[in-house]
């Protein structure tokens, strides 16, 4: 038995070994777990977040810039338009369109056939503001093409569909009781127009890892091509690419990052091909240095000899043994793909409002630092500082565990 498992290890390949030693570093580690709740959080998406509409963008001014743990009662008035079922990953992804609209109250109470408000207001000793709305108004989802009658305790009227309906008046009133009267708690509060704190920072995640991810890859397509080619060939190619990248390494990468939105245009997509367009030198420089460093091996030189023609050997014999290097740029990249992305938002040339980046939050709020809302502006840095640093441990750690010289 001991044999079998002496054997097993040895035959172990270097990235189980690697894998190996990365755990034993512990704070890397728990950065690795962050980064996947971070993950779940962005694929869940509107499946998890307590505002469920496209961008977490519902919108309530009168309860604008609460803090954490607010509470309040809300009428919710059936909005005069069809609403069309949403699959589960269509929402997902894209969120739902609410069909209710939601009216902060104070109280409300019924007389006779009226339904009677008390408006929302927190300021103490302030005279309270009454409205007075018709139950049908409430209930209805289609609006009716007559007056509404009120005769005998019920209400009568006529769709715009031609049917005519009755509701008596105890049936309305318990109606509106049960199924439009809600109690909503922000645990975060909610930002200066009203919108819910948590739900923007938690859509926020998917933002920034969209903007990461994709801007990575970006830069790996460009960056492995380029370097892989130039340490390949040498020569007057590797003369050209290397004037190419030196002449992008001399431009500052957020100088850069806005020529390049600027040319584009803004928006999110935009600004994924911006940020990728910006990290593929460092990439190719690293690959470039492997690629120089292996062509010259025994088993690149059998290929050769073989027959093989050169993008099988780049692809198949070289680059997959320059691979550990790229893995700890990439995550490092990512963490700068992130900080730029927060950076370009809040300068408000990167994701458009109502797109909800962690930058853009920090933009709209910053004014409420020397204010009791600090948070508002905090919250979302604390998420740019948590992700980038996360992804720097990461990094760190997966740079020792690759460190062949340490691996036995």
């Known amino acids: 038995m001991k044999f079998k498992n002496r054997n097993k290890k040895e035959s172990s390949s270097l990235n189980y070994l690697a894998w190996q030693k990365f755990k034993k570093n512990k704070i890397s580690l728990f950065a690795l777990y962050i980064i996947i709740s971070a993950l779940f959080i962005g694929m869940l998406g509107y499946l998890i977040t307590p505002d ?89 989802k289609i609006k009716y093409d007559s007056d509404i009658i009120f005769e005998n305790n019920t209400f009568y009227y006529t769709k715009l569909s031609g049917k005519t309906s009755e509701l008596a008046l105890t049936e309305a009133q318990d109606i509106v009781t049960e199924d439009h009267i809600t109690t909503k708690r922000f645990l975060f509060g909610t930002d200066r127009f009203g919108r819910d704190l948590l739900s923007r920072l938690l859509i926020g995640t998917r933002i920034s890892l969209s903007v990461g991810f994709i801007s990575v890859i970006i830069s790996l397509l460009i960056g492995i091509t380029l370097g892989a080619i130039a340490g390949y060939f040498k020569g007057y190619v590797d003369d050209i690419i290397m004037w190419l990248i030196n002449v992008i390494w001399s431009i500052p990468t957020l100088l850069m ?96 409002p109502p797109v909800p980046s962690w930058g853009t939050m920090i933009k709209e709020h910053y004014g409420y630092i020397i204010m009791d809302k600090a948070y508002l502006a905090i919250l979302p840095g604390i998420a740019i500082t948590l992700m980038v640093l996360c992804f720097t441990l990461v990094g760190s750690g997966l740079r020792d565990a690759f460190d062949t010289k340490s691996i036995s």
């Not at 509409?53 to 309860?63: G, K, R, V």
């Not at 990728?276 to 190719?284: F, K, P, R, S």
Request: aromatic letters at 12%.
């Open 52 to 140: 469920k509409t496209s961008f977490a963008n519902n919108q309530i001014l009168e309860i604008s810039v609460k803090k954490p743990g607010f509470k309040c009662t809300f009428l919710k008035v059936q909005r005069n338009e069809q609403t069309q079922n949403t699959g589960l990953f269509q929402k997902m992804i894209y969120g739902a369109k609410d069909e209710f609209t939601y009216i902060p109250i104070n109280n409300y109470h019924f007389e006779n056939e009226k339904l009677i408000i008390e408006e929302f207001n927190d300021i103490e000793n302030e005279e309270a503001f009454y409205k007075e709305l018709n139950p049908i108004d409430v209930i209805a």
């Open 257 to 352: 990052v806005i020529a390049i939105t600027l040319v584009i245009g803004k928006g999110f997509w935009q600004i994924f091909i911006a940020v990728g367009l910006t990290m593929w030198v460092e990439v190719a420089r690293v690959v470039r240095g492997q690629v120089l460093s292996i062509r010259e091996k025994e088993y690149v030189e059998a290929a050769r000899a073989l027959g093989y023609n050169n993008s099988r050997i780049i692809f198949k014999h070289i680059l997959p043994n320059a691979m550990n290097p790229v893995i700890i740029i990439s995550a490092a990249n990512f963490a700068t793909a992130i900080l730029l992305e927060a950076g370009l938002s809040f300068l408000g040339i990167g994701v458009q």
